[in-house]
């Protein structure tokens, strides 16, 4: 049976017009939510949409939708991401994903194709949260994590509110967030981070995004004399912190509790070269995919304070923030897995470190992401760059696997 494939010359041609509404220089893009050049994205992205014989509809957030209908009526199987940027951003983040979603609808096109079950494509709004917060506004919405009111009167800093900039881009749709719910959702997305180029691996699994809790900790010690205060006397709060960030650092690196723990800022009171310090201010941001991972590390957390409360310090502890971890759907990952592997491509598992729209999804159906290497792993940057063989590859294996849901479903 014959099925799609599509023309790398062509997507790579268009991420490079898209990459020229906001082009920087360098490569790079600036692209705010709800800008001007949005709007102009956007007018793109329709025509390309509409050519590729999709039918386009916009929501009351702004998120746009190509849909191309399959032989029987049902929830769509979806693909999409963003074309938002942060200020100087790179012309890959989200519009890699888009871009590919809409080559798989103009291969199936022109190979006349049909599927059995409707496609779709979404162009999520905001998804950066640069000039408009909460991040992920238009899939927030339609998780109902935030109510439509209330993210449509979200003000920018120069006072701009999302139903007024939406208005004015005329992307101010009239469609329900909530009438086109996808039966699947896959996300292709550059990795933005070094773990695929490092291991020379061409497409990541990712099986979910990780969560974080944040922590404040303070230790108070006894400030005291450099130079009179014998060592086994000191109640010294700067080595006693030291000591816990270490064993914090030692459970991530030795026994990945959490995945990864990081102690970002430092400091110590009074902070003279010639005193024992009496203070000690330090913060944590433990990451895992997993929740009961981060809870471990909480609790990892409370008995290193403990232990040092057991030496005669006072240990303050405050939670700063919590967010969860979210995990894709395992049977959608296995096909993502067996579709690269039958292009021979070599894959690896991971988990997502940044924030996608597909972690929303995943609240609403079946859901997994696709990751392409990015060089050096930097991203949100004008520098963000992938292979263009990596950017075909990755775009294939979507389409691959998106027809074969559609057509097996
Ligand atoms: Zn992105």
């Not at 102009?40 to 039918?55: H, M, P, V, Y």
């Amino acid at each position: 049976m014959s099925r799609p494939i599509i023309s790398g010359e062509r997507m790579l041609a268009r991420l490079q017009s898209l990459g020229q509404i906001g082009a920087v220089e360098s490569g790079g893009c600036t692209r705010l939510a709800f800008s001007d050049e949005d709007g102009r994205a956007r007018d793109l992205i329709k025509t390309w949409l509409e050519q590729a014989g999709a039918s386009v509809t916009v929501d009351s957030i702004g998120n746009l939708y190509g849909v191309v209908q399959g032989l029987s009526s049902g929830a769509p199987i979806m693909t999409g991401s963003h074309i938002d940027t942060v200020a100087r951003g790179g012309q890959l983040d989200g519009c890699y994903g888009v871009v590919a979603g809409i080559e798989m609808l103009q291969a199936i096109r022109d190979a006349a194709l049909q599927p059995s079950v409707s496609l779709a494509v979404a162009v999520f709004s905001n998804e950066e949260g640069v000039r408009f917060s909460p991040d992920l506004l238009g899939s927030r919405v339609i998780a109902k994590d935030i109510s439509l009111e209330e993210a449509l009167a979200t003000q920018s800093r120069d006072g701009k509110s999302v139903a007024g900039e939406l208005k004015r881009i005329g992307y101010a749709g009239e469609s329900s967030p909530w009438a086109l719910l996808p039966s699947k959702f896959i996300e292709l997305h550059i990795a933005q981070g070094p773990c695929l180029e490092a291991s020379g691996t061409a497409i990541g699994i990712v099986e979910g995004v990780q969560g974080h809790s944040w922590w404040e900790v303070v230790v108070q010690g006894c400030a005291n004399h450099a130079g009179t205060t014998p060592m086994p006397l000191r109640l010294d709060a700067g080595v006693a912190a030291m000591r816990m960030a270490c064993a914090l650092q030692a459970s991530a690196c030795l026994e990945r509790l959490p995945a990864v723990a990081t102690v970002g800022t430092f400091t110590l009171e009074p902070n003279a070269i010639n005193v024992v310090p009496g203070l000690a201010r330090f913060t944590v941001d433990f990451r895992d995919a997993e929740d009961g991972q981060l809870r471990e590390a909480d609790l990892l957390l409370r008995s290193e304070a403990k232990k040092l409360e057991d030496l005669g310090f006072m240990v303050q502890l405050s939670h700063l923030s919590r967010a969860l971890g979210v995990r894709f759907d395992a049977t959608l990952c296995d096909t993502l897995q067996a579709t690269a592997t039958s292009r021979g491509a070599s894959t690896q598992r991971m988990v997502s470190g940044a924030s996608h729209d597909a972690q929303m999804m995943a609240t609403l159906c079946p859901t997994a992401m696709l990751f392409v290497p990015s060089i050096g792993g930097i991203s949100h940057n004008p520098k963000e760059k992938t292979l263009d063989e990596d950017l075909v590859a990755g775009a294939q294996i979507l389409t691959d696997a998106m027809w074969s849901l559609a057509t097996t479903a």
